[in-house]
């Protein structure tokens, strides 16, 4: 929390496998209430490793594209 306002952090992820760890651990972690990988279609294990983890994670199947990624589809 930040100022009285929660913070919230939205981490796009294609083939990001290689590299979510360390993006996840440089977070400033005292300021972010909550964390959520949007995987846009990726083939190797990010998905996995986001839930290891801890991150809370919303899959597409294919890959969109990062702008269409960061738009949530109402089911």
């Given at each position: 929390m930040?100022?009285?306002h929660?913070?919230?952090v939205?981490?796009?992820a294609y083939?990001?496998?290689?590299t979510?760890?360390y993006?996840?651990r440089?977070l400033p972690?005292e300021?972010v209430d909550?964390?959520?990988?949007?995987?846009?279609?990726?083939?190797?294990?990010?998905?996995e490793?986001?839930?290891d983890i801890?991150?809370?994670t919303?899959?597409?199947n294919?890959?969109?594209?990062?702008?269409r990624?960061q738009?949530c589809?109402?089911?």
């Open positions: 930040l100022n009285g929660k913070i919230f939205v981490m796009p083939t990001a496998a290689r979510l760890a993006t996840f440089e972690h300021i909550a964390v959520l990988l949007v995987d846009d279609g990726s083939s190797d294990a990010t998905v490793l986001a839930r801890g991150l809370t919303f899959t597409y294919v890959n969109f594209g990062y702008g990624n738009v589809w109402r089911v």
